[in-house]
């Protein structure tokens, strides 16, 4: 039987409170749409930390340490803890989790990308909390670093605490940063690759954008493990492509509000739920927990520090 990885990521550090009510804020809130998510068929959840009062991306550790401890009580799901963090965090903020938690699983952005989201500014008025239309504002001169250096210094921690990194791709250029970090001996093999698409800034989300990852991935790696997360509208066709490809999905609220066209997505569940709804009727089957942490290789939550 065929098997695909589904990822819910929960609520990133992208959509800001007054773009959905559905947002999980609170570390509360996270692990509930977390375990929802799991029951919904999502073997891996892919988490940040949000101010409990306001909402605004965290790098608290310990916002995450409530949120994770309570989800690993509750059930057996990956959790991918992110190094990506906010944008205007540093490097260090970023880093911390790693040494902290010592996750089976955690983000690792491979390259510099300029994160526009300065255009939502013209689709949403009367803001709740100040800090929102001034994070999109300052997106528009605004560069996530992501060096070498940098890159050498996670990969270190990320070996050092036996962390699998899921390594995001925003564009085809960052396959040959990877090639060179695999060379120098910094990036074990074999990756866990996450196609990441449709933010401006980055690589479109097109079929044939997908090909020519997957191809140019192919090309230069050789055997690999993949997925793929899509920006906005973009969500569930990027992800039916993946599957179609043998690939994996992510999708949540981190990636797109919706679960259809002007339809609000009322949690992270419900996303999980539609695309392994076109998984099944694709014949494919939701990757348990236990049967992910095989397929990608990871030392088991038994030997994480949270």
Known sequence: MTKAIFTAA???????????????????QIADDTVRAWEAGAAVAHIHARNPETGQPSSSLELYREAISDIKS????????????????????????????????????????????YPLLAKHSNFRFPWEPAFLA????????????????????????????????????????LVHMIEAGHIRTPVYLQFVMGLLGGIPATLDN??????????????????????GQHQMKMGTAALLMGGNVRV??????YLDKGQ???????????????????????????????I???????????
Not at 166 to 171: C, K, L, P, Q, T
Not at 210 to 230: E, H, I, M, Q
Not at 265 to 294: D, F, Y
């Open 10 to 28: 929960i609520t990133g550090g992208i959509h800001t409170p007054t773009m959905t009510p559905y947002l999980p804020i609170t570390p509360q």
């Open 74 to 117: 509750r059930c057996d799901i990956i959790l991918c803890i992110t190094t990506g963090g906010g944008l205007g965090m540093s490097t260090e903020q970023r880093l911390a989790v790693i040494p902290a938690f010592e996750p089976e699983l955690a983000s690792f952005n491979f390259g510099s990308i300029n994160v526009a989201l």
């Open 296 to 306: 990608l290789g990871l030392k088991g939550l038994d030997k994480v520090r949270y």
């Open 210 to 231: 997908l090909l020519f990852l997957y191809r140019t991935a192919k090309d230069a790696l050789g055997d690999f493990v993949w997925s793929v997360c899509a920006a």
């Open 264 to 294: 609000l997505a009322r949690s992270n569940a419900e996303q999980v739920a539609h695309i392994v709804g076109i998984a099944r009727a694709l014949g494919i089957e939701p990757a348990t927990p236990a049967e992910a942490r095989e």
């Open 252 to 257: 949540g609220l981190e990636d797109s509000m």
């Open 138 to 177: 300052m997106t528009e001169d605004y560069i996530f670093p992501n060096t070498f250096k940098s890159m050498r210094e996670f990969a270190a921690a990320f070996n050092k605490y036996g962390t699998k990194p899921e390594i995001e791709i925003y564009d085809v250029a960052m396959i040959n940063n």
